[in-house]
């Protein structure tokens, strides 16, 4: 497997109660993120997306399959192991936003780092994150005064600010105009990039997945890919080889 | 649907002779499945009927033995037909797919092969997906002019019309699941059904 890739699923399945009845979610999902890119699943309501990224990011532990993060396989690590590592290399991009009304959302991107950081440098590098996704004016304002785009760039920031090697953000488009979110897209595409990131996201809507680098859907449990360029077997969604070196 | 009003509009937003009308048509609008011959055809009849002209040729490459390319432009009554399009009212695509032919005259035996069909043409429906995706180091962030957005809603009109079709095939496939199943089912017990 190439240094590159950042998450790798293999053949993972997993299944929920619903009463008597057991239903499987996913069934032998196959999926790669490498470094600089951006791979888009969309599904419909209740095909697993959700249940698909708290996999991917280490949130969920899979019945069957393996999921590896740096070639790490999440479920020989130790809690402790686990939780370092979901701390530091994995971002979540929540849309929930601060527990308090009152936090300013400089402080409210610091937070991820205030064990480890003085408030100062944290704040810093809060102001930064917020620059970089292009919501530094939202700085001193708090949750509720910001616009739907707002929030989700606010979001993104909050999950970059340690400087992940994987983001996953699910459904980050929600709410916003077509403007918005071409804007959004954009931006994650762009830091996948520049920042040599990994980006899993989740879309209920197919136009959303336009800036991704790869795309897959859902359905039954099962990963379809692209026709054409693509190994039907096993679901695997593959990355051609590129023979790109990461940036120095 | 007919290339001439797209070309009419192309040589209107711009003049430009076969080859580049060709490219410019299948950038703007390649999943309309516009033939490129079409353009010539199309620049025929618009020639005709006096609704662009020659406004010059472009030189053939100096390394080349080719013929000077005819340059097109419209013509004021081309202005004046192209308007008239623009305020007509649009047809609505005529619904026309060998799938629901299939659907419509299958059997119980059928149905394994129609999963296959429905998962292919899912896989076909995101292989166009991706190929309409932004191209790397195109746009960033958000369109200001107006071309970039008229285009970029006729791009989601074309994705929605995608995802329209997988939920419709991801659904059928779900039911026709069920039902190749039970069908399978009552033949082991030796009462299937027609």
Redesign the interface.
């Known amino acids: 497997m190439s240094s590159q890739v950042r998450l790798a699923l293999e053949k993972v399945g997993k299944s929920y109660w619903r009463g008597p009845h057991e239903t499987a979610v996913l069934k032998e999902i196959s999926l790669s993120v490498y470094a600089g890119e951006c791979v888009a699943v969309?599904g419909?309501r209740g095909s697993g997306k959700t249940t698909l990224l708290k996999v991917a990011a280490g949130l969920e532990a899979p019945e069957s399959g393996t999921v590896r993060f740096k070639e790490q396989d999440l479920g020989s690590m130790s809690r402790s192991a686990l939780v370092r590592l979901l701390r530091e290399e994995i971002g979540w991009a929540r849309r929930a936003g601060p527990e308090s009304d009152e936090l300013e959302m400089l402080d409210y991107v610091a937070l991820p780092l205030l064990k480890r950081q003085t408030l100062r440098r944290a704040r810093r590098r809060s102001a930064a994150a917020l620059s970089r996704v292009?919501v530094g004016e939202c700085s001193k304002g708090r949750w509720e005064d910001l616009t739907d785009g707002e929030r989700t760039l606010v979001s993104i920031a909050h999950a970059m600010v340690r400087q992940p090697s994987l983001l996953v953000v699910d459904d980050p488009t929600a709410n916003l105009d077509?403007?918005?979110r071409?804007?959004v897209m954009?931006?994650l595409?762009?830091t996948a990039e520049r920042d040599w990131l990994g980006v899993l996201i989740t879309v209920p809507?197919?136009?959303s997945?336009?800036?991704?680098h790869r795309?897959?859907?859902l359905?039954?449990g099962h990963l379809?890919?692209?026709?054409?360029?693509l190994p039907?077997r096993d679901n695997v969604v593959e990355f051609p080889a590129r023979g790109r070196a990461a940036p120095g | 649907m007919s290339a001439k009003n797209a070309v009419l509009g192309l040589v209107i937003e711009r003049p430009g002779y076969g080859y580049d009308l060709a490219r410019r048509l299948e950038a703007r609008f390649g999943s309309s499945g516009f033939a490129p011959t079409g353009v010539y055809s199309a620049l025929d009849q618009l020639s005709s009927e006096e609704l662009v002209r020659s406004a010059g040729a472009r030189p053939g490459a100096a390394n080349e033995r080719a013929a000077p390319r005819t340059i097109y432009e419209a013509t004021p009554k081309g202005v004046d037909r192209f308007e008239d399009w623009m305020l007509d009212d649009s047809s609505l695509a005529p619904v026309r797919d060998e799938l629901y032919m299939k659907i419509a005259l299958s059997r119980p035996h059928n149905l394994s092969r129609l999963i296959e069909l429905t998962q292919t043409q899912e896989q076909g429906c995101l292989a166009r997906m991706h190929r309409l995706r932004q191209p790397a180091g195109s746009l960033q962030g958000r369109p200001k002019a107006w071309s970039e957005v008229a285009a970029l809603l006729v791009r989601d009109a074309e994705i929605k019309q995608l995802q329209a079709r997988i939920e419709w095939l991801q659904k059928a496939r779900t039911i026709m699941r069920k039902l190749s199943e039970a069908h399978q089912r009552s033949t082991a017990r030796g009462d299937g059904i027609a």
Do not use: F, T, Y
């Open positions: 969309w419909q292009g077509v403007l918005q071409e804007e954009g931006l595409r762009s809507d197919m136009p997945m336009v800036h991704a795309i897959g859907s359905s039954d379809l890919v692209p026709s054409g360029n039907e």
